[in-house]
T-cell receptor, first 115, second 113 residues
Framework: DVKVTQSSRYLVKRTGEKVFLECVQD?????MFWYRQDPGLGLRLIYF???????EKGDIPEGYSVSREKKERFSLILESASTNQTSMYLC??????????????FGSGTQLSVL | GNSVTQMEGPVTLSEEAFLTINCTYT??????LFWYVQYPGEGLQLLLK?????DKGSNKGFEATYRKETTSFHLEKGSVQVSDSAVYFC????????????FGDGTTLTVKP
């Protein structure tokens, strides 16, 4: 069974802490994505990566960075967590665009609370 | 830029009622269109998709037809069940956009017995 696994289901951090959210996929997908989901705002793209060590900003990259050292792993980093980063974070992966198979596979999400 | 507008919720229906959730989009070129579903406590999963005009995607009794002339991809089901209670997201993936998807805000469906 194909899987996208996020390391934590729930996370509570303090303002100013450095936070790492980890995501691993076992489908050999080139593309990986980080979204945040907030009530009434749908899903907003933070960053995505289309290859190892490659990354591009999404719609709301401010306050975040990412790392992709291996194809199967994509990490989201909050350099200095703030209360407005309290949210549900969703990782996803897919095959490249133009393959006719661009559907996203999602992890179960990490609910992050910053106090 | 690309955008997806879907019907505001929440939507509450009785079991066996007919469901329509409207979705319209704005995109350059000819995007692929998707409906994703999120059950309580889970991530999103693909419900159905269509990759070109007049294609009909279908799965689990749900259907949606890619209408280029009205830039729409409305989700329908003839008879909903309590187990269909979830949040539904319409999304598009535009060619030449590196595989990034644009999502609507989601519509929460509650089906009462």
């Amino acid at each position: 069974d194909v899987k996208v696994t996020q390391s934590s289901r729930y996370l509570v951090k303090r303002t100013g802490e450095k936070v790492f959210l980890e995501c691993v996929q076992d489908m050999d997908h080139e593309n990986m994505f980080w979204y945040r989901q907030d009530p009434g705002l749908g899903l907003r793209l933070i960053y995505f990566s289309y290859d190892v060590k490659m990354k591009e900003k999404g719609d709301i990259p401010e306050g975040y960075s990412v790392s992709r050292e291996k194809k199967e792993r994509f990490s989201l980093i909050l350099e200095s967590a703030s209360t407005n980063q309290t949210s549900m974070y969703l990782c996803a992966s897919s095959f490249p665009a133009g393959t006719g198979n661009e559907k996203l596979f999602f992890g179960s999400g990490t609910q992050l609370s910053v106090l | 830029g690309n955008s997806v507008t879907q019907m505001e919720g929440p939507v509450t229906l009785s079991e066996e009622a007919f469901l329509t959730i409207n979705c319209t989009y704005t995109a350059t070129g000819y995007p692929s269109l998707f409906w994703y579903v999120q059950y309580p406590g889970e991530g999103l999963q693909l419900l159905l998709k269509a990759t070109k005009a007049d294609d009909k995607g279908s799965n689990k009794g749900f259907e949606a037809t890619y209408r280029k002339e009205t830039t729409s991809f409305h989700l329908e089901k003839g008879s909903v069940q309590v187990s269909d209670s979830a949040v539904y997201f319409c999304a598009l993936s535009a060619r030449g956009n590196a595989g990034k998807s644009t999502f609507g805000d989601g519509t929460t469906l509650t089906v009462k017995p």
